[in-house]
C-alpha cells in the first residue's frame, strides 16, 4: 500500500527512541503502569521537538569566571491544552519539560454512533490570547475533538497553536488541517486508517482505557 500524502504542516517525529518507546506501547500485554511511564518519556522528547523553532534572545549573565552574552528563550509564553481524558498523559510529560507553561482543559467525549465531539468542560487560562498554545491528545482518529478543542483555543484568542498526538489517522489529518490549516500537527506515528468504531488502526487500542487501567 502507497503510504498517505501527508498535510504539509504535518512533522512525523521519528526519533529512534520515541519509535522503540511506541513500540513498547502499542503492544497489548504492557500494564498501565508501564505504558504511562512510556508516555510520560516520549511526551517529554515531543515537547523538545515542538518547541524546537522558539526564539532565543541574548542577555548578559555572570559565570564565575567572566560575564558573558548569552541565549534565554523569547517571544510568547506557553500554555498546555489537555483534552479530557487521555490528553492527562501528555501533558504530565510535557510539564516535565516546560514547567513555566499554563495549563488549559477542554473535556469532550465522543458521541458513540455520529462520532462527533461533546463538549462537557472547558477551562482556558484568561492570558491564553497572549500565549502559543500547545493542544495535546495522544490520539487524532477523526480529528473532531481534535478541531473541536482548537475551535475552543482559537475562540479564547489565541492565534499561535500547534497540536500534539501520539498517533494519527490520515482520515483525521485531512479533516483537521481542513478545519485548521494555519495549526501544524507533531505526532510520532501516521497509521494506517480508522476502523468502523473510530479506532486508529494498528494504533493502541483506547488511549484512556490503556493508561488508566479502566478496561
Ligand atoms: N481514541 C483512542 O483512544 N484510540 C483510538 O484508536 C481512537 C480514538
Given at each position: 500500500m502507497n503510504a498517505p500524502v501527508l498535510p504539509s504542516n504535518t512533522f512525523v517525529v521519528d526519533h529512534p527512541m520515541i519509535q522503540h518507546k511506541l513500540t513498547l506501547m502499542r503492544?497489548?500485554?504492557?500494564p498501565a503502569n508501564e505504558f504511562r511511564l512510556l508516555l510520560r518519556e516520549i511526551s517529554m522528547l515531543l515537547a523538545y521537538e515542538v518547541t524546537r523553532d522558539m526564539p532565543l534572545e541574548m542577555i548578559e549573565i555572570e559565570t564565575p569566571l567572566t560575564t558573558m552574552q548569552a541565549p534565554v528563550v523569547a517571544g510568547k509564553k506557553l500554555c498546555l491544552v489537555s483534552v479530557l481524558r487521555a490528553g492527562g498523559g501528555i501533558l504530565e510529560g510535557m510539564l516535565e519539560i516546560l514547567p513555566a507553561a499554563r495549563v488549559g482543559h477542554v473535556g469532550l467525549y465522543r458521541?458513540?454512533?455520529?462520532l462527533q465531539a461533546v463538549e462537557y468542560y472547558l477551562k482556558l487560562p484568561r492570558?491564553?490570547?497572549?500565549r502559543t498554545a500547545i493542544v495535546v491528545d495522544p490520539m487524532l482518529a477523526t480529528g473532531n475533538s481534535a478541531a473541536a478543542a482548537v475551535d475552543q483555543v482559537k475562540a479564547a484568542g489565541c492565534q499561535s497553536i500547534k497540536f500534539v498526538c501520539l498517533i494519527a489517522a490520515p482520515e483525521g489529518l485531512k479533516v483537521f488541517h481542513d478545519a485548521h490549516p494555519d495549526v501544524p500537527v507533531y505526532a510520532a506515528a501516521v497509521d494506517s486508517h480508522l476502523n468502523d468504531?473510530?479506532?486508529?488502526?494498528?494504533?493502541?487500542?483506547d488511549a484512556g482505557d490503556r493508561i488508566f487501567g479502566t478496561k
Open positions: 503492544r497489548s500485554r504492557t458521541d458513540p454512533v455520529s492570558d491564553i490570547s497572549e468504531h473510530g479506532y486508529i488502526v494498528p494504533g493502541i487500542g
